[in-house]
């Protein structure tokens, strides 16, 4: 069975970057899915940050994120990354990846990113 495993989070200062890696294992592929990448904040409802279709097109980048987060696949390495530039205390959040189908969803167990102003 597919399973999704974050990692690369961590506590950084404001205007710093980090690059979450998002591996997938159990003997499947990403490739042909659509992956992507939602944060949930202490307090609020998880939301969407970047998506990728089966195809490697971006097809959601939230507004907050828009020229400094960027989604990417590695076939090769089975997996996902999201590189996160010019970090902002509001971006502190529990980051989760997620891949989809038509007749599946799977998520990971989530990394911490916490930006200090």
């Known amino acids: 069975q597919l399973q999704l495993v974050e990692s690369g989070g961590s506590l950084v200062q404001s205007g710093e970057s980090l690059t979450l890696s998002c591996a997938a294992s159990g003997g499947a592929s990403l490739d042909g899915y659509a992956v992507g990448w939602f944060r949930q904040a202490p307090g609020k409802e998880r939301q969407g940050v970047s998506c990728?279709?089966?195809?490697?097109?971006?097809?959601y980048s939230a507004i907050s994120v828009k020229g400094r987060f960027t989604i990417s696949r590695d076939s090769a390495k089975n997996t996902v990354y999201l590189q996160m530039n010019n970090l902002k205390p509001e971006d502190t959040a529990v980051y989760y990846c997620n891949v989809a189908s038509w007749n599946f969803l799977y998520w990971g167990q989530g990394t911490q990113v916490t930006v200090s102003s």
């Open positions: 990728l279709s089966s195809t490697d097109i971006v097809t």
